[in-house]
């Protein structure tokens, strides 16, 4: 089975701050994608990265694959209250798709 | 709003009893996802189908049991229901089975008391 573990666990910053969080498995995932689940509703995608190396940018979020395709970055600048949300990162195809248990993000006004 | 609508939205029940979850996917999707998300175990795939037929299995339980209807809604049945069952519960839908976007509903809230 594949893991994926997401560090921190748990973000709590103020509005206008930069935070990175963390997506790492010891197993190679041919793609890897990220989710924000607000509460109350299902994960969204925000963005799939299937090349080594690959960045994505977002608007104010920056998604990096890292070259050995095991582990992936989510950095948000200046973050708002908006972003508040569960990050979750997904790995391996649709049918197989892995998540990690997620980054929940709170950011103050 | 993803498209894909799951009822009910909140269930209460009893120890050993049964519940169906059913979802309508988006329309034009042929595939249906459930997951379950819960604290401890975080979000789990349990089963795929695709155009009625069972794509692929997750960690489901015996006692859990889905189907894929001729109009491609899914229902998604829990019997024997135990206090560890308390979760939430995801339906997700796709075009296809692979390289498209999965949408998720919004989730069926279960408390097994």
């Known amino acids: 089975t594949q893991l994926l573990e997401q560090s921190p666990q748990f973000l709590s910053i103020q509005e206008g701050e930069n935070l990175t969080v963390y997506c790492n498995s010891s197993?190679?995932?041919?793609?890897l994608q990220w989710y924000r689940q607000e509460p109350g509703e299902g994960p969204v995608l925000l963005v799939t990265v299937v090349t080594g190396g690959e960045v994505k940018k977002l608007k104010r979020l920056t998604f990096q694959f890292g070259d050995a395709r095991k582990d992936s970055s989510l950095h948000i600048t200046a973050a708002q209250p908006g972003d508040t949300g569960l990050y979750l990162c997904a790995g391996g195809g649709y049918s197989t798709l892995t998540f990690g248990k997620g980054t929940m993000l709170l950011v103050s006004p | 709003d993803s498209g894909v609508t799951q009822t009910p939205k909140h269930l209460i029940t009893a120890t050993g009893q049964r519940v169906t979850l059913r979802c309508s996917p988006r329309s034009g999707d042929l595939s249906v996802y459930w997951y379950q998300q819960s604290l401890d175990q975080g979000l789990q795939f349990l089963i795929q189908y695709y155009n009625g037929e069972e794509r692929a299995k997750g960690n489901i339980l015996e006692r859990f049991s889905a189907q894929q209807f001729p109009d491609l809604h899914s229902e998604l049945n829990l019997s024997s229901l135990e206090l560890g069952d308390s979760a939430l519960y995801f339906c997700?839908?796709?075009?296809?089975?692979?390289?498209?976007?999965?949408?998720f509903g919004e989730g069926s809230w279960l408390t097994v008391v």
């Open positions: 997700a839908s796709s075009v296809a089975t692979s390289g498209n976007t999965i949408y």
């Open positions: 197993s190679v995932f041919s793609s």
